[in-house]
């Protein structure tokens, strides 16, 4: 689950670039994520679901479209550009 936040953060341009409203959607987003592959591994385990779970998978999966669509499903853009001192480094 914390990989999946630091990939969203990164995602979002970084843990400088987030606010903590979008933090706190991040790790709601990331806990629905875990909760809904660990019932598709189960579903593929048993090679069925029963009504109950596919009901949860289900809600589950509508929340976390909600979630990613107000966090914003998109990429920013972060400035990569080397310092002149980096790039003088990696060039010796």
């Known amino acids: 689950m914390a990989d ?3 990939l969203i953060a990164h995602d979002l341009g ?11 959607l991040i790790r709601r987003i990331a806990t629905q994520q875990v ?3 660990k019932l598709e591994a189960q579903f593929a385990q048993d ?3 029963e009504d109950k779970a596919l009901d949860l998978h289900q809600r589950l999966s509508n929340t976390l479209r909600r979630n990613q669509e107000a966090l914003g499903l998109k990429r920013r853009a972060r400035d990569i550009t080397p310092t002149l ?3 003088l480094a990696r060039q010796a």
């Open 47 to 49: 090679g069925a679901a």
């Open 85 to 87: 001192d980096a790039y």
């Open 4 to 6: 999946l936040m630091a």
């Open 14 to 24: 970084g843990e400088d670039a987030i606010s903590e409203m979008e933090r706190g």
């Open 35 to 37: 909760a809904i592959e």
